[in-house]
């Protein structure tokens, strides 16, 4: 059976390549001035003596059928931010906004016709599913959970499922622990399309499993994106992965956004040298770049705690850049060419890009 099936000949919304900076229209999903704190306790009373300061301060659009990959080093607020969008974490300030309703602070009741428009693939495919449960439980839960009765039952829709993301309809009484990696995280996947959702947040979806099953999962993800029309936020570290999938790249440092931009112009002339860095650490299969200098950045010294970031530009401890302006005045994210936002005070590749018209 095709995807295209399984759609109900619905239309495709994917772009398939890189997306305009501002497409026509509303964005389907606006996050201004989000933050989420971590408050630290101690004592018998279990007083407040600081915060973790995973999100700060975050804003950006997602676009209706485009892809806004995510990325930056580890702990630094990636993936409680796709939490906070989906709401599985409750934000300490600002506003999440869904195709123009406010759902910040929806409770679960609020929240919960949402659900099937809003889904979400975890990172480990091993704990995000349940191993006293059936695949067929598992991945028929959104219906059960919702009391939605898919034409020609539960059993035939999940089944219809699996066979979509390239599983066997018949092992739908198989259990967790009868799958491979890769096989997991498709189930999981399964799981999230249940109810045809408008936008999917995938948490890391292919951290965990090997190179070539890697391939398959960000293949197909990209095939159901074009054949069901989603909407993708994409979480990862792994620049390569992000670069075949997103229209768009937001790259975040200690819990905020410092560069937002489309892929092409992200990767050709990064702005932000944070961004810079990053780029300069992806491996380039051509030998005869194997040795050359200057290519590769890196940086001094190690992420500062969340819980007391630096003051002015979080990243002017590492940076090769920073003046005593950066130490002491944090740079606003700015649009500095069209569809480009960079928190810098310094930015790189400023002129060149302005002569070639952004």
């Known amino acids: 059976m095709t995807i295209s099936e399984w759609s109900d000949g619905a239309a495709p919304a994917g772009s398939g390549g890189a997306a305009p900076a501002r497409p026509p229209g509303d964005a389907l999903l606006k996050v201004t001035g989000l933050r989420k704190h971590f408050p630290i306790k101690k004592g018998l009373f279990q007083r407040q003596v600081g915060a973790v300061r995973a999100v700060d301060e975050l804003d950006f659009e997602v676009w209706p059928g485009e892809t806004l990959g995510v990325v930056g080093e580890s702990g630094c607020g990636k993936s409680t931010m796709g939490r906070l969008i989906t709401r599985l974490l409750e934000p300490s300030a600002g506003t999440v906004e869904f195709e123009g309703t406010d759902i910040t602070h929806l409770g679960v009741a609020g929240m919960r016709p949402l659900r099937r428009d809003v889904q979400m693939i975890f990172q480990d495919p091993y704990s995000s599913l349940n191993p006293r449960h059936t695949i ?37 009484n198989r259990y967790p622990h009868e799958f491979s990696g890769g096989q997991r995280q498709r189930i999981g996947i399964a799981r ?131 003046t005593e302006r950066c130490g002491t005045t944090e740079p606003p994210l700015l649009e500095l060419l069209p569809g480009r936002r960079v928190a810098c005070h310094h930015p790189e590749n400023i002129e060149a890009e302005a002569a070639r018209g952004g």
């Not at 598992?138 to 599983?167: T, W, Y």
């Not at 993800?221 to 069901?228: A, F, I, S």
């Not at 005869?288 to 290519?295: G, M, S, T």
């Not at 992420?303 to 940076?319: A, D, E």
């Open 192 to 322: 999230a399309l249940a109810l045809k959702p408008k936008l999917v947040v995938a948490d890391e979806p292919v951290s965990a499993l090997d190179v070539s099953i890697q391939a398959q999962v960000v293949n197909l993800l990209d095939d159901l994106q074009q054949e069901l029309g989603l909407t993708y936020v994409i979480i990862a570290h792994d620049l390569s992965v992000v670069r075949h999938v997103s229209d768009r790249i937001a790259v975040m440092y200690l819990g905020k956004i410092v560069e937002l931009a489309d892929r092409d112009s992200l990767y050709k002339a990064p702005m932000h040298p944070y961004t810079k860095a990053l780029m300069s650490a992806v491996p380039i299969p051509d030998p005869r770049r194997k040795h050359a200098k200057n290519d590769r950045i890196l940086l001094s010294g190690d992420v500062p705690s969340p819980i007391s970031p630096p003051s002015g530009c979080r990243f002017h401890t590492r940076c090769w850049k920073a």
């Open 136 to 172: 067929g439980t598992i991945v028929g839960a959104p219906f059960a959970l919702q009391h939605v009765s898919p034409r020609g039952g539960v059993k035939k829709e999940v089944q219809r499922l699996l066979s979509v993301v390239g599983l066997n309809p018949e092992h739908y």
